[in-house]
């Protein structure tokens, strides 16, 4: 029986993660969150825990609790929330993370054994000064134009870097070899679209919430121009990254941060799928441009080959396979959309 640690489980990833874990034999899933969990996931847990990563209290008495096998790290305040609030996006972001950290220390110790800890990064991570740039850059990899600007991006790429450095260098200065191992590994996720859930407080929101406000016949003025492109995944794969990067033997991991992508269409090539499964979406291009800007910051497009070569990350969808296969049949089951009545 292994006993996994989900934290941010009502968050869109979290959803996905714990249906999924929910699949597999002899698995305990504890779950953590802020909030109330929604009663569909709560079925799936061995146990709620409804609180604040901050309480060092609450994941002391969890971890007393509990021997954890892999923690999944997923809480965090996303780009757009995070620029409204930084003081407390760089606490939830940034001091959550070395609680759970810690936490995952004493884990170890405790039960004589490395932790796996699993984190999400994100493309925020990278901070293109201007279009050009950003144009030339093409494909990014994991070690070039690490200079966000938004405190979000800035919290993960520092989050990154604390967890290499528990895995690799914690207490270094120790005269006796210290005991507790974390087998840090961190995925950096493009923006990522659900057919079941619509994210809050980010800024690849756009792609998702172009396509939920269509399915539901609502207007969607789009925040970003036409030309706006970044990369993106499905949940489904996004998932797959996650226990596919937790499932890699160690051995044949050549770093603890990886990139993975699907596919990178604009603005205006997604509202093209949206507007053939949906005709009537009237949705409008209308930059918010301060929120434009950090989108120009991310690349177009990100390089996840150390993936594909490390631990055959493959994704399932590609954009076209993507909307035709899962996103627009589950939006419309979602909203019950009879194609006859409303969009024929
Ligand atoms: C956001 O928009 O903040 C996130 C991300 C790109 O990590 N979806």
Not at 82 to 105: F, S, W, Y
Request: proline content about 5%; glycine content about 6%.
């Amino acid at each position: 029986m292994k006993t996994i640690l989900v934290t941010g489980a009502n968050g869109e990833i979290g959803h996905g993660l714990i249906s999924r874990l929910a699949e597999q034999p002899n698995l305990r899933i504890i779950a953590l969150d802020l909030h109330e969990l929604e009663e569909n996931i709560k079925a799936k847990c061995y146990r709620v825990v409804t609180g604040d990563i901050l309480d060092t209290a609450l994941l002391e008495s969890v971890s007393a609790t509990y021997n954890f096998d892999t923690i999944y790290h997923l809480a965090a305040l996303l780009s757009t929330k995070a620029e409204r609030q930084p003081v407390l996006a760089h606490k939830v972001n940034v001091d959550g993370t070395l609680n759970l950290l810690e936490m995952a220390v004493g884990q170890s110790r405790v039960q004589g054994r490395e932790i796996k800890f699993l984190y999400p990064s994100s493309i925020a991570v990278y901070g293109l000064p201007d279009l050009q740039k950003k144009e030339r850059a093409g494909k990014v990899k994991e070690h070039e134009w690490l200079t966000p600007r938004t405190m979000y991006g800035i919290n993960k790429l520092y989050c990154e870097q604390l967890g290499i450095y528990y895995a690799q260098h914690y207490r270094q200065l120790d005269a006796e070899a210290v005991r507790g191992h974390i087998d840090f590994r961190a995925l950096r996720f493009p923006g990522l679209i659900s057919a079941v859930t619509v994210p809050t407080g980010g800024t690849s929101d756009y792609a998702p919430e172009m396509l939920h406000a269509a399915a539901q016949a609502k207007p969607y003025p789009c925040f970003v121009r036409e030309d706006t492109r970044i990369s993106f995944m499905v949940m489904p794969d996004a998932i797959e990254a996650l226990l596919g990067l937790e499932a890699a033997p160690r051995e044949r991991l050549t770093r603890l941060v990886y990139n993975a992508t699907a596919f990178n269409p604009s603005a205006g090539e997604i509202y093209e799928l949206v507007r053939r499964a949906f005709p009537k979406a009237q949705v409008t291009f209308v930059p918010d441009l301060k929120r434009q800007k950090i989108v120009d910051s991310w690349p177009t497009d990100i390089d996840d080959s150390a993936a594909r070569a490390d631990w055959d990350w493959k994704p399932a969808y590609d954009f076209k396979r993507a909307f035709e296969e899962y996103l627009v049949p589950g939006v419309k089951q979602q909203y019950a959309v009879t194609d006859s009545v409303q969009y024929n």
